[in-house]
């Protein structure tokens, strides 16, 4: 009886490892408008980013994402004309289905941005990078198609903070 009882189990935990290894990760793109703060001291600037990202299912609970963003909209508070060039970076998006197309996830990063300011024919340009991070909420509408929205931290240190909210679109392959 005792072999027949490891048999049984060692074929039940087979079969388990066999149909974890039939789910099979899912690729996804998305597509969101940020609405960005960045706080530097002075009077807040708020430029807009179109940001697309890259994901892959790696897990149920996990995914890892690549980000890439550029600037749509300029800020231009007392003729400071401020833009975010580009953004880029790659995330950690540990992630939990409630299972009625409602996902909550978090997000955490590392970023490289790349930001513009013109006064007067004057213009000057920085880059950086920091630790990125965030939380967000998911609706699946189909099976392909969801909506998301999510706040993000983009960069913080030197006195200066980026972050926005962004509302986006995505599919799911």
Same mark, same amino acid.
Do not use: C
């Given at each position: 009886?005792?072999?027949?009882?490891a048999?049984?189990?060692?074929? &039940? &935990?087979l079969a *388990?490892?066999?149909?974890?290894?039939?789910?099979?990760?899912?690729l996804?793109g998305?597509?969101?408008?940020?609405?960005? +703060?960045?706080?530097?001291?002075?009077?807040? #600037?708020?430029?807009g980013?179109?940001?697309?990202i890259?994901?892959?299912n790696?897990?149920?609970y996990?995914?890892?994402?690549g980000? &890439?963003?550029?600037g749509v909209?300029?800020? $231009?508070?007392?003729?400071?004309? +401020?833009?975010v060039?580009n953004?880029? /970076?790659?995330?950690?998006?540990?992630?939990?289905?409630?299972? $009625?197309?409602?996902?909550?996830f /978090?997000?955490?990063?590392y970023v490289?941005?790349?930001?513009k300011s013109?006064f007067? *024919?004057?213009?000057? !340009?920085? !880059?950086d990078?920091?630790?990125s991070?965030?939380?967000?909420?998911?609706?699946?509408?189909s099976?392909?198609?969801? /909506?998301?929205?999510?706040? +993000? !931290?983009y960069? $913080?240190k030197d006195?200066?903070?980026? !972050?926005?909210? +962004? #509302?986006?679109?995505g599919?799911?392959?």
């Amino acid at each position: 009886m005792t072999k027949i009882s490891a048999i049984a189990a060692v074929a &039940l &935990l087979l079969a *388990g490892a066999a149909q974890a290894q039939a789910v099979k990760p899912a690729l996804y793109g998305e597509v969101g408008y940020s609405f960005i +703060t960045i706080d530097a001291g002075g009077p807040d #600037l708020e430029p807009g980013l179109l940001r697309g990202i890259v994901g892959w299912n790696a897990h149920p609970y996990l995914a890892v994402e690549g980000l &890439l963003a550029t600037g749509v909209k300029d800020d $231009n508070t007392d003729g400071v004309k +401020t833009k975010v060039s580009n953004a880029y /970076g790659f995330y950690l998006k540990p992630k939990y289905d409630f299972g $009625n197309g409602i996902q909550v996830f /978090g997000r955490l990063g590392y970023v490289h941005t790349k930001i513009k300011s013109s006064f007067g *024919g004057l213009s000057a !340009s920085g !880059s950086d990078d920091d630790v990125s991070y965030g939380v967000g909420v998911s609706y699946a509408f189909s099976k392909q198609w969801y /909506g998301a929205l999510d706040y +993000t !931290s983009y960069y $913080n240190k030197d006195g200066v903070k980026a !972050s926005g909210v +962004t #509302l986006g679109a995505g599919y799911r392959f």
